[in-house]
């Protein structure tokens, strides 16, 4: 099946600080990819679609210049988390839509603000 | 309002036994439905998905899944389970044609000898 990537697999920054996550489909290229959020031991909550080659769609409630999305190739979007703070502590993890529409995801990014 | 509902927070079960995790759904468009497996510290990997045709679905690593339009339900079964079948479990559907997914709660499922 298809593969998805993600990196770092575990990050921790200060309190302030800006951290970048990468997703990529390694072989097959998704002009349509999706960050998640995951709190411990709850289900994941949509955040934002990323669509290569223009603006994210962000769901309601998220903050959109708090999480920014870029999808400038078919292959890899991008999520940074902009001044983290200890609440944005969470578990990432983006998919990537194939031609057939199937959603694969990333291993996913646990982030930890101190 | 559209909505996932997964029934059990935990099911806890012998190997070989059989499980059944529930899921429901609230919907008034048609809906894509899919269980998604997710071990410790991982991403989801999928086991199976109803798009549309026969409503008994089977998928990966031995499970199935029936849809029930008129109780709106995707319950997910397997007749045996193993050890390695503990992990969280994921009912998720689609509402719309943009294939964004609304998942449930998850259900844990573990498995002692």
């Known amino acids: 099946g298809a593969v998805v990537s993600q990196h770092p697999s575990r990050v921790i920054c200060k309190s302030g600080t800006s951290v970048k996550i990468e997703c990529r489909s390694l072989?097959?290229?998704?002009?349509?990819m999706f960050w998640y959020r995951q709190f411990p031991k709850q289900s994941l909550m949509l955040m934002a679609t990323?669509?290569?080659?223009?603006?994210?769609?962000?769901e309601q409630g998220v903050e959109k210049d708090k999480f920014l999305i870029n999808h400038a190739s078919l292959t890899l979007s991008t999520l940074t988390v902009t001044s983290a703070h200890p609440e944005d502590s969470s578990f990432y993890i983006c998919?990537?839509?194939?031609?057939?529409?199937?959603?694969?995801f990333g291993p996913g990014t646990r982030l930890t603000v101190l | 309002a559209q909505s996932v509902t997964q029934l059990d927070s935990q099911v806890p079960v012998f190997e070989e036994a059989p499980v059944e995790l529930r899921c429901n759904y609230s919907s008034s468009v048609s809906v894509y439905l899919f269980w998604y497996v997710q071990y410790p510290n991982q991403g989801l990997q999928l086991l199976l998905k109803?798009?549309?045709?026969?409503?008994l679905v089977k998928g990966i690593n031995g499970f199935e899944a029936e849809f029930n339009k008129s109780q709106t339900s995707f319950h997910l079964r397997k007749p045996s389970v193993h050890i390695s079948d503990t992990a969280e479990y994921f009912c998720?559907?689609?509402?719309?044609?943009?294939?964004?997914?609304?998942f449930g709660a998850g259900t844990t499922v573990t498995v002692r000898a």
């Open positions: 990323s669509n290569e080659g223009s603006k994210a769609t962000y």
């Open positions: 998919s990537a839509l194939d031609w057939y529409n199937e959603q694969f």
């Open positions: 072989d097959f290229q998704a002009t349509t």
């Open positions: 998720a559907v689609s509402f719309s044609n943009d294939y964004k997914l609304s």
């Open positions: 109803y798009l549309s045709g026969s409503t």
